[in-house]
């Protein structure tokens, strides 16, 4: 059973920007602290950026930090990560999660996560 979708992925050149979004229900979204996680095929989860289940705490990996901005609307149950400046070693498939209770805010472990999407694919290439 799916219960996080996301959506806003694509191709885009170097220096351009992408929104992605994540929907689930609204009883998540009141929970739950909420990640974005990247990975590259063959290589492990990178932890990208944490939002705190009210919003009000934000915090991002070093490679994102100044370019991608994270925000959520619990009222509608989306999760948003907009990326600006984007470069080729963005490229990777990205995930939403909801953080298991007690887990570190930046987990690359999928076992950390209570809730979790299939994933969309972004691409940056010239």
């Known amino acids: 059973q799916v219960q996080l979708v996301e959506s806003g992925g694509g191709v885009v050149r170097p220096g351009g920007s992408l929104r992605l979004s994540c929907v689930g229900s609204t009883a998540i979204f009141n929970t739950y602290n909420m990640n974005w996680v990247r990975q590259v095929p063959g290589k492990g989860l990178e932890w990208v950026s944490f939002i705190s289940n009210t919003g009000e705490s934000t915090l991002y990996a070093n490679s994102v930090k100044d370019r991608f901005t994270v925000s959520r609307d619990n009222t509608k149950g989306t999760l948003d990560l907009q990326m600006d400046n984007l470069q080729p070693e963005d490229t990777a498939v990205y995930y939403c999660?909801?953080?298991?209770?007690?887990?570190?805010?930046?987990?690359?472990?999928?076992?950390?996560?209570?809730?979790w999407g299939q994933g969309t694919q972004v691409t940056v290439s010239s």
């Open positions: 999660g909801g953080l298991r209770f007690g887990t570190l805010y930046n987990s690359n472990r999928r076992d950390d996560y209570e809730y």
